[in-house]
Nanobody, 120 residues
Framework: QVQLVESGGGLVQAGGSLRLSCAAS????????MGWYRQAPGKQRELVAR???????NYADSVKGRFTISRDNAKNTVHLQMNSLKPEDTAVYYC??????????????WGQGTQVTVSS
């Protein structure tokens, strides 16, 4: 019923910018938060940024000042603006959301992942 659809990944040069988007659709009553995780080869998945529907944000220390997370509650969409990209940002980025269905059931969802590659 509920799906997360991601877009915006790709290949960029160091210092460049990229914007990721994730749209939730389906039988949604409310969304507690949406955010982005990333996983590089051989490393654990880590939180990149998170935002609640009320606008409270959290960022990984490694991306503070470079990445900005925002949301459009009316469209159930979250964006991650990534500036001053570094090769260390190369990873698969996953959209994640806590979504309350119309039945009031709260479920954590993951997107399929989108590859971000930053060349040096």
């Amino acid at each position: 019923q509920v799906q997360l659809v991601e877009s915006g990944g790709g290949l960029v040069q160091a210092g460049g910018s990229l914007r990721l988007s994730c749209a939730a659709s389906g039988s949604i009553r409310s969304i507690n938060f949406m955010g982005w995780y990333r996983q590089a080869p051989g490393k654990q998945r880590e939180l990149v940024a998170r935002i609640t529907t009320g606008g409270i944000t959290n960022y990984a220390d490694s991306v503070k000042g470079r990445f900005t997370i925002s949301r459009d509650n009316a469209k159930n969409t979250v964006h991650l603006q990534m500036n001053s990209l570094k090769p260390e940002d190369t990873a698969v980025y996953y959209c994640n959301a806590d979504i309350r269905a119309t039945s009031f059931t709260l479920t954590n969802y993951w997107g399929q992942g989108t590859q971000v590659t930053v060349s040096s």
